[in-house]
């Protein structure tokens, strides 16, 4: 997402904010508009709050997918868990199959979850880079509702 930088994945938004507040990283990356989904009122909540400075912003095309564990069928999944935002984005794919949907601070940490439990029955909606990262399947790509869906994103750095 910026050249040059190494992405470490963060159980929740808050933790972004933690580690950049107490140098764990040098600046972090989080959502703050979504075209289809609308604002991520935790992420502004957060933002009122922090004495981080907003340093850059960014819009990115943003691709939603399906992962599950390897093997699993998209008959055998029961519920999708994910941030509600990524949830709302992929609304018409979610509804038409019915599924229980299960929300998570952030689409890693679904991911990290799903990986670590082992639940057959369970998918999420989060990034490619999620699937690579805990050795998820693919299920479907590009899920999302809207084509065109883009997230506006800030980059935090510590003031001064």
Known sequence: MLPGAE?????????VFEAVETGAAECGVVPVHNSRAGMVEEVVRLLARSKLQVADRLALRVRQNLLALPGVRVEEIRRVA??????????????????????RSAT???ARQLAEEADRTCAVVASAAAARLHGLAMLAQDIEDDPENTTRFAVLRRAG
């Open 7 to 15: 992405p470490i994945p963060r159980p929740s938004f808050s933790a």
């Open 82 to 103: 994910s941030h509600p935002q990524a949830l709302a984005q992929c609304s018409k794919l979610l509804q038409r199959h019915g599924w229980e949907l299960v929300a």
């Open 108 to 110: 890693s940490s679904a």
